[in-house]
C-alpha cells in the first residue's frame, strides 16, 4: 500500500537551489535531501520521490505511512504505531543478520534493534 511521498519540504540549499527534505511520517526524523531540482511542481515532487527518496523509507503494510528504519517492525513489514515489537526481533531491521539472545544492539551493524516505546 504505497501513498502519497512521505511528509516532505522545500527548501532552498546555501548555493540558491532547490531541493526536497523528506521526513519520516512518524518521527519526523529528516531521512533524505534531494539533489537539486529545477522547479517546484507536483510533476518534480513525484520524480524524485519515485527516483530518489522511496528507497530511503519503508512503507507499512497496514496503514501506508512512510517510516525510517527505525520506526518500522521489519518482522511484520508495519511501522510501529501499527505493530511495536513486543519480543526482541530475530533478524537486524538494518543488515538482516540473525540477532543473539536479547541484544540492543546488532553485534553486526551495531545499529538499535527495537523501538523501545517513547514519543513518535
Known amino acids: 500500500m504505497q501513498k502519497k511521498p512521505a511528509k516532505h519540504k ?35 515532487l513525484e520524480r524524485v520521490w519515485n527516483k530518489e527518496a ?34 526482541a526481533p530475530k533478524y537486524c531491521p538494518h543488515c538482516g543478520q540473525k540477532v543473539k539472545g536479547s541484544e540492543n544492539n546488532c553485534s553486526y551493524c551495531e545499529k538499535k534493534l527495537r523501538y523501545e516505546g517513547g514519543e513518535v
Open 10 to 44: 522545500l527548501i532552498t540549499d546555501s548555493e540558491g537551489k532547490l531541493r526536497y527534505r523528506f521526513f519520516c511520517d512518524l518521527s519526523g526524523a529528516l531521512e533524505y535531501t534531494s539533489k537539486p531540482i529545477n522547479a517546484d511542481s507536483e510533476k518534480e
Open 54 to 87: 522511496k528507497a530511503h523509507f519503508n512503507v507499512c503494510h497496514k496503514c501506508g505511512k512512510s517510516v525510517s528504519s527505525e520506526m518500522f517492525n521489519a518482522e511484520v513489514f508495519e511501522c510501529v504505531a501499527c505493530a511495536p515489537w513486543e519480543d
